[in-house]
């Protein structure tokens, strides 16, 4: 399997982090290099029009000083993890919009995954990831996205949570990183189906010829909750099953898109704290 390495954005805040620490634990598992990434942005003089042609414009002092001294903060932030000294890594900063840098590098690297910190796990499983920086990059960038909640701490997966619809048999998904964690932790699958009313209830024969490339030799469990209130029935999935990871299947439509749309937007504890992995 290829492995083209672990990029985890830095804004030197708690969450961040913490979020490094959690990646840190990953590539030592995966064996990945790390790429950590500072997206930063210069400050023009009151007056100055900002945009396409700002942009495109030669780097000047001022931007190629405040380059230097991000880089220096960069440096500075990771030589407060000593664990590096035995992984391959490198640091960059970006200038421009934190999407666009984040999304642009992963696509330039051809990177594995993103790893990111969220801040808001003790408010409800909305507000960790609707409306953030996160949910902006799963739309963007062109691999899988792993959302770290601020008081995650990284531990060996035994368990690993699938969230799954009538609409799952989208070929297009790559599954390959859940393929790698699968393999390397021996993780259990846990499988979930929210169902309302109007919805066509998934049978165990359908998880087995959607994904039967990842079921075999492993164990897997495969629950359907009855409930209209999508996030109401994650909820209840995380609190009756301890799982390390929540694996949502990334579409413009269907149950991620229901999860997530505004209407949605409710208190709902988020008990376990687990991470979610957004492949696409």
């Not at 932030?77 to 960059?92: H, W």
């Not at 999304?103 to 507000?127: I, P, Q, R, W, Y």
């Not at 699968?182 to 699958?189: F, G, M, P, T, V």
Request: hydrophobic share 40%; net charge neutral; glycine share 6%.
């Amino acid at each position: 399997m290829k492995d083209d390495g672990i990029l985890i954005p830095v804004d030197f805040t708690k969450v961040s982090k913490n979020a490094v620490s959690y990646a840190i634990g990953l590539a030592q598992k995966l064996k990945s290099k790390l790429v950590f990434v500072h997206a930063y942005s210069v400050a023009y003089p009151s007056g100055t029009p900002i945009g396409m042609a700002t942009m495109a414009h030669n780097v000047t002092d001022t931007t190629a000083s405040q380059e230097k001294i991000n880089k220096e903060k960069l440096d500075k932030f990771l030589r407060g993890f000593p664990e590096l000294d035995k992984l391959k890594f490198q640091a960059m900063v970006g200038f421009g919009a934190t999407v666009d840098v984040i999304s642009g590098l992963a696509k330039e690297m051809n990177t594995s995954l993103v790893v990111m910190g969220t801040k808001g796990a003790s408010s409800g499983f909305d507000e960790i990831f609707i409306g953030t920086v996160t949910e902006k990059v799963t739309q963007k960038a062109p691999c899988p996205v792993l959302a770290v909640p601020e008081d995650a701490s990284y531990t060996p997966y035994r368990r690993i949570g699938v969230a799954v619809d009538t609409d799952s048999m989208d070929n297009r998904i790559d599954f390959e990183i859940l393929s790698r964690l699968l393999e390397n932790y021996n993780a259990q699958l846990h499988f979930v189906h929210i169902a309302d009313e109007q919805e066509r209830v998934l049978e165990k024969a359908f998880i087995r010829e959607r994904f039967g490339k990842l079921l075999v030799p492993r164990q897997w469990f495969f629950t359907v909750i009855q409930e209209d209130k999508t996030e109401e029935g994650i909820d209840e999935f995380l609190t009756e099953t301890p799982i390390d990871l929540l694996v949502l299947l990334y579409r413009e439509h269907g149950f991620f898109e229901a999860l997530f749309k505004k209407g949605l937007r409710k208190k709902m504890l988020y008990a376990s704290k687990a991470p979610l992995l957004i492949v696409k």
